[in-house]
T-cell receptor, first 114, second 114 residues
Framework: DAGVIQSPRHEVTEMGQEVTLRCKPI?????LFWYRQTMMRGLELLIY????????DSGMPEDRFSAKMPNASFSTLKIQPSEPRDSAVYFC????????????FGPGTRLTVT | GENVEQHPSTLSVQEGDSAVIKCTYS??????FPWYKQELGKGPQLIID?????GEKKDQRIAVTLNKTAKHFSLHITETQPEDSAVYFC?????????????FGRGTQLTVWP
């Protein structure tokens, strides 16, 4: 299996622009998580889905952030408009419901907003 | 919600020495405690986990101990090697919650000097 796939790996954009991050979870996994990692705040859970349905979005920082999962093999995290404080590494992770709670992380997208 | 504290934030050891990373948690309902390793430029990867019905678990050079009464758990790496250099995260998950919602510590940067 190719693992969790994220694109792009790096994104540099100007303040005010829309940014869309993409994730393809591991085939067969029914949970998908979006995390943000910064030096200041560490690893934060933004939102997670079960069977394509958002379960907990309490970590989404504000209305500028939105996430969708139109099908089991694709999810997006959108920031509109972007701000410099959104600069971070964004990770997508997926998991399969079972006695194992392991989350498999993608390689991340490094976002820089200037 | 759960609060996970992790110490130290940085740790340097000589190759062959042991390394210990400690975490505390606040929610007595937490019952699953994974440890993730994050190498430079990659996403975190599960290396070992422990459930609250077990006090200790070992996998080759790594071991995790759990003290439910004191609400702390530790990662022990013996005979450290340069390839152990990475950021290590502890996490906790609350019993009864839906799968997901791992609460992460802030991470420990481990450096193993040859």
């Amino acid at each position: 299996d190719a693992g969790v796939i994220q694109s792009p790996r790096h994104e540099v954009t100007e303040m005010g622009q829309e940014v869309t991050l993409r994730c393809k979870p591991i085939s067969g996994h029914d949970y998908l998580f979006w995390y943000r990692q910064t030096m200041m705040r560490g690893l934060e859970l933004l939102i997670y889905f079960n069977n394509n349905v958002p379960i907990d979005d309490s970590g989404m920082p504000e209305d500028r952030f939105s996430a969708k999962m139109p099908n089991a093999s694709f999810s997006t995290l959108k920031i509109q408009p972007s701000e410099p404080r959104d600069s971070a590494v964004y990770f997508c992770a997926s998991s399969f419901h079972s006695s194992s709670y392991e989350q498999y992380f993608g390689p991340g997208t490094r976002l820089t907003v200037t | 919600g759960e609060n996970v504290e992790q110490h130290p934030s940085t740790l340097s050891v000589q190759e062959g020495d042991s390394a210990v990373i400690k975490c505390t948690y606040s929610d007595s309902a937490s019952n699953y405690f994974p440890w993730y390793k994050q190498e430079l430029g990659k996403g975190p990867q599960l290396i070992i986990d422990i459930r609250s019905n077990v006090g200790e678990k070992k996998d080759q050079r790594i071991a995790v101990t759990l003290n439910k009464t004191a609400k702390h758990f530790s990662l022990h790496i013996t005979e450290t090697q340069p390839e152990d250099s990475a950021v290590y995260f502890c996490a906790a998950r609350r019993r009864g919650s839906t799968l997901g919602r791992l609460y992460f510590g802030r991470g420990t940067q481990l450096t193993v000097w040859p």
